[in-house]
T-cell receptor, first 109, second 115 residues
Framework: EDKVVQSPLSLVVHEGDTVTLNCSYE??????LLWYKQEKKAPTFLFML????IEKKSGRLSSILDKKELSSILNITATQTGDSAIYLC?????????FGAGTTVTVRA | DTGVSQNPRHKITKRGQNVTFRCDPI?????LYWYRQTLGQGPEFLTY????????KSRLLSDRFSAERPKGSFSTLEIQRTEQGDSAMYLC?????????????FGQGTRLTVV
């Protein structure tokens, strides 16, 4: 059974802080790892990491894939209240995305 | 709008009734996925299509659930004889080629409430 575990389950920070979210996985036929941001609606795509692209950065967000450790981290620097959301990690095997339970991030002003 | 579209956005139904949801994927995407999400959980895979072929359906939650994609474009998810435990957000996603190197984009979801 494919398994994706995210930690922590939730955290509260103040504006300007840096957060680091973790995702570990056990899947067969790993293809890629995706990060999504979910507010009160459907998940919005953030990053895709693969064997050929293990580090991605966009503005204040960055992510790294560690294929040896079967894990990934998502960093958010200089957090803003608009970063408050659930962050989902999904691992792609041959045909499906398997999601973790998500990390709920709350950024207080 | 070229994103994934789902209808209806919200559905309230009485227990025992049948419901059907529709998903229109991004037009050039050949893979389409259905997921279910309950509060505090990540999306749970239900089934997926490669064009019109349903290649994996073992994760459909029971025989009350069925999905179709008759012409390889839009898809429908039907739940028969709904139960209160079916209350959830039903998400549709699509991707191109479906290989692991292509991201999947989600629709806004259909929130089902069974009363």
């Amino acid at each position: 059974e494919d398994k994706v575990v995210q930690s922590p389950l939730s955290l509260v920070v103040h504006e300007g802080d840096t957060v680091t979210l973790n995702c570990s996985y056990e899947v067969t036929n790993f293809r890629s790892l995706l990060w999504y941001k979910q507010e009160k609606k459907a998940p919005t795509f953030l990053f895709m990491l693969t064997s050929s692209g293990i580090e991605k950065k966009s503005g204040r967000l960055s992510s790294i894939l560690d294929k040896k450790e079967l894990s990934s981290i998502l960093n958010i620097t200089a957090t803003q209240t608009g970063d408050s959301a659930i962050y989902l990690c999904a691992v792609v095997n041959d045909y499906k995305l398997s999601f973790g339970a998500g990390t709920t991030v709350t950024v207080r002003a | 709008d070229t994103g994934v579209s789902q209808n209806p956005r919200h559905k309230i139904t009485k227990r025992g009734q049948n419901v059907t949801f529709r998903c229109d994927p991004i037009s050039e995407h050949n893979r389409l996925y259905w997921y279910r999400q309950t509060l505090g959980q990540g999306p749970e895979f239900l089934t997926y299509f490669q064009n019109e072929a349903q290649l994996e359906k073992s994760r459909l939650l029971s025989d009350r659930f069925s999905a179709e994609r008759p012409k390889g474009s839009f898809s429908t998810l039907e739940i028969q004889r709904t139960e209160q435990g079916d209350s959830a957000m039903y998400l549709c996603a699509s991707s191109l080629t479906g290989g692991g190197n292509t991201e999947a984009f989600f629709g806004q979801g259909t929130r089902l409430t069974v009363v």
